[in-house]
C-alpha cells in the first residue's frame, strides 16, 4: 500500500486514501465520547466505594479524547512535513472559527437566555483566549510553523532526530507519568506529536512488519487494566491518572499504535467517509464550542448526568454521540456550501499576494 497518498486537512496534495480518513471520523467520536464522558458532569458523580458497571463503563470510554487530540497532530505531522503551509486555507480556517463562535453563542444568548461573560464574547474572534489551552489554537500555530518546522525535521539524521524525540519525550511524558511533574503544555506536546509523525512518514516506520493492530488492543486493554487495578486497590492515583493528560505514556502509546494500526489498513477510497473526515474540524467546533454549548447538549438537553444509574448507558452514550457526530457533519457540509464555497476563490484572489509574500520570506 501506499502510505504516501493521503491528503491532510490543511494542505497536502490531491489523493485521498480513505484509511486515514476513517481514522480521522473514529478519532473525532473518541472525542465526542470524551466529552460526554468528561463536560458533562457525570464522571463528577461516580461513587468509588461502590463500583458498579456503569461506573467502569465512564472510566473505560473517557480516555478516547485524548488519544484523538493526539492522533489529530500525528496526522498533521504525517502529511505537512512533506507539504506547504496555505495562507488562503488558513484565512478559511479562521473564518469557520469565527463563523461558529459567533452564530453559536448568539443562538444560545437569544433562543436559549444562557448569559456570556465579556470574554467569552471577545472569544469570537478566533484564538485570542484559546492559547496555551485549547487544541484549536495550538493545531493553528503549528501550522502556522510548520514551513520552519519541517525545515529542521527534514535537516536532521535519525540519529539526530531519535535525540530530539528522546529529550522531548523524557521531559513532557516520563516526567509527568512517573516523576509526578506537571509538564503539560498544549502547543509544547502539539509540537512533539507533529514530530512523532513526521517521523514515521520519513523513516517509512509503516514499512517495518509489526503487529500494529494487536498493538493497539494491547494499548487499550493496558489503559483499561490500570483503570481498575487502581479502583480495586484503591491506590493513591485517581482513576484519571493514566489518560489525562494527553501526554500520559498511556495516551502516546495509544495514539502510536491506533495511527500506525489504521496507516496500514487496506481501506477502499470511499467518498462518505472522506467527506465525514472533511468537517471533523466543523465537529469539533460545534459540540465542543463554549462552556454554555457543552451545558447546553450536555446537561440541559441529553441530561447526561441523570444517567449515572441508567442500565443503557452505554447505548446512550454511544447512540448520542453518533447522533451529535452526523448532526454536527451536516451542519459544517452546509457551512462549507453555503458559505466557504461561494468565498473560496474571493479569499484565494485576495490572499494569493500573501501566499507568495510568505514563500518568499519562509
Same mark, same amino acid.
Given at each position: 500500500?501506499?502510505?504516501?497518498?493521503?491528503?491532510?486537512?490543511?494542505?497536502?496534495?490531491?489523493?485521498?486514501?480513505?484509511?486515514?480518513?476513517?481514522?480521522?471520523?473514529?478519532?473525532?467520536?473518541?472525542?465526542?465520547?470524551?466529552?460526554?464522558?468528561?463536560?458533562?458532569?457525570?464522571?463528577?458523580?461516580?461513587?468509588?466505594?461502590?463500583?458498579?458497571?456503569?461506573?467502569?463503563?465512564?472510566?473505560?470510554?473517557?480516555?478516547?479524547?485524548?488519544?484523538?487530540?493526539?492522533?489529530?497532530?500525528?496526522?498533521?505531522?504525517?502529511?505537512?512535513?512533506?507539504?506547504?503551509?496555505?495562507?488562503?486555507?488558513?484565512?478559511?480556517?479562521?473564518?469557520?472559527?469565527?463563523?461558529?463562535?459567533?452564530?453559536?453563542?448568539?443562538?444560545?444568548?437569544?433562543?436559549?437566555?444562557?448569559?456570556?461573560?465579556?470574554?467569552?464574547?471577545?472569544?469570537?474572534?478566533?484564538?485570542?483566549?484559546?492559547?496555551?489551552?485549547?487544541?484549536?489554537?495550538?493545531?493553528?500555530?503549528?501550522?502556522?510553523?510548520?514551513?520552519?518546522?519541517?525545515?529542521?525535521?527534514?535537516?536532521?539524521?535519525?540519529?539526530?532526530?531519535?535525540?530530539?524525540?528522546?529529550?522531548?519525550?523524557?521531559?513532557?511524558?516520563?516526567? @509527568?507519568?512517573?516523576?509526578?511533574?506537571?509538564?503539560? +503544555?498544549? =502547543? %509544547? &506536546?502539539?509540537?512533539?506529536?507533529?514530530? *512523532?509523525? /513526521?517521523?514515521?512518514?520519513?523513516?517509512?516506520?509503516?514499512?517495518?512488519?509489526?503487529?500494529?493492530?494487536?498493538?493497539?488492543?494491547?494499548?487499550?486493554?493496558?489503559?483499561?487494566?490500570?483503570?481498575?487495578?487502581?479502583?480495586?486497590?484503591?491506590?493513591?492515583?485517581?482513576?484519571?491518572?493514566?489518560?489525562?493528560?494527553?501526554?500520559?505514556?498511556?495516551?502516546?502509546?495509544?495514539?502510536?499504535?491506533?495511527?500506525?494500526?489504521?496507516?496500514?489498513?487496506?481501506?477502499?477510497?470511499?467518498?462518505?467517509?472522506?467527506?465525514?473526515?472533511?468537517?471533523?474540524?466543523?465537529?469539533?467546533?460545534?459540540?465542543?464550542?463554549?462552556?454554555?454549548?457543552?451545558?447546553?447538549?450536555?446537561?440541559?438537553?441529553?441530561?447526561?448526568?441523570? @444517567?449515572?444509574?441508567?442500565?443503557?448507558?452505554?447505548? +446512550?452514550? =454511544? %447512540? &448520542?454521540?453518533?447522533?451529535?457526530?452526523? *448532526?454536527? /457533519?451536516?451542519?459544517?457540509?452546509?457551512?462549507?456550501?453555503?458559505?466557504?464555497?461561494?468565498?473560496?476563490?474571493?479569499?484565494?484572489?485576495?490572499?494569493?499576494?500573501?501566499?507568495?509574500?510568505?514563500?518568499?520570506?519562509?
Amino acid at each position: 500500500m501506499n502510505y504516501s497518498n493521503i491528503t491532510p486537512q490543511i494542505g497536502g496534495g490531491k489523493t485521498r486514501s480513505s484509511n486515514i480518513e476513517l481514522l480521522r471520523c473514529v478519532a473525532m467520536m473518541m472525542i465526542i465520547v470524551h466529552h460526554y464522558c468528561v463536560n458533562s458532569g457525570i464522571s463528577e458523580l461516580l461513587d468509588f466505594t461502590n463500583n458498579t458497571i456503569n461506573t467502569i463503563i465512564i472510566q473505560f470510554m473517557a480516555f478516547g479524547g485524548k488519544v484523538g487530540v493526539n492522533i489529530f497532530f500525528m496526522i498533521s505531522g504525517y502529511f505537512m512535513i512533506t507539504g506547504k503551509m496555505n495562507v488562503k486555507k488558513v484565512v478559511l480556517f479562521l473564518l469557520q472559527i469565527f463563523t461558529y463562535n459567533l452564530v453559536i453563542r448568539l443562538s444560545l444568548w437569544y433562543f436559549g437566555g444562557y448569559t456570556f461573560p465579556t470574554k467569552d464574547w471577545l472569544g469570537i474572534i478566533p484564538i485570542i483566549f484559546g492559547v496555551p489551552a485549547s487544541f484549536i489554537a495550538s493545531y493553528l500555530f503549528i501550522y502556522l510553523l510548520t514551513p520552519l518546522i519541517n525545515r529542521g525535521l527534514t535537516a536532521l539524521s535519525k540519529r539526530d532526530f531519535n535525540y530530539m524525540l528522546g529529550v522531548l519525550l523524557f521531559y513532557f511524558t516520563i516526567e @509527568q507519568t512517573f516523576m509526578m511533574q506537571n509538564t503539560w +503544555h498544549y =502547543l %509544547g &506536546w502539539a509540537f512533539v506529536m507533529y514530530s *512523532i509523525g /513526521a517521523y514515521i512518514r520519513r523513516f517509512e516506520i509503516a514499512s517495518l512488519n509489526m503487529p500494529w493492530r494487536l498493538l493497539a488492543i494491547a494499548s487499550v486493554l493496558l489503559v483499561w487494566g490500570l483503570i481498575i487495578f487502581v479502583d480495586i486497590n484503591h491506590y493513591r492515583f485517581h482513576w484519571s491518572y493514566f489518560i489525562f493528560d494527553a501526554n500520559k505514556l498511556t495516551m502516546l502509546l495509544c495514539a502510536i499504535c491506533i495511527f500506525m494500526a489504521f496507516l496500514t489498513l487496506e481501506v477502499r477510497s470511499s467518498r462518505v467517509i472522506n467527506t465525514l473526515a472533511s468537517t471533523c474540524f466543523g465537529v469539533l467546533l460545534i459540540h465542543a464550542n463554549c462552556d454554555a454549548m457543552r451545558q447546553w447538549l450536555w446537561q440541559d438537553t441529553l441530561d447526561v448526568p441523570g @444517567q449515572i444509574d441508567n442500565p443503557w448507558l452505554l447505548v +446512550h452514550m =454511544l %447512540g &448520542w454521540c453518533l447522533t451529535i457526530f452526523i *448532526i454536527c /457533519a451536516f451542519i459544517e457540509l452546509c457551512r462549507k456550501h453555503i458559505i466557504e464555497k461561494p468565498l473560496y476563490n474571493i479569499v484565494e484572489t485576495i490572499f494569493k499576494p500573501l501566499q507568495s509574500l510568505a514563500r518568499q520570506i519562509i
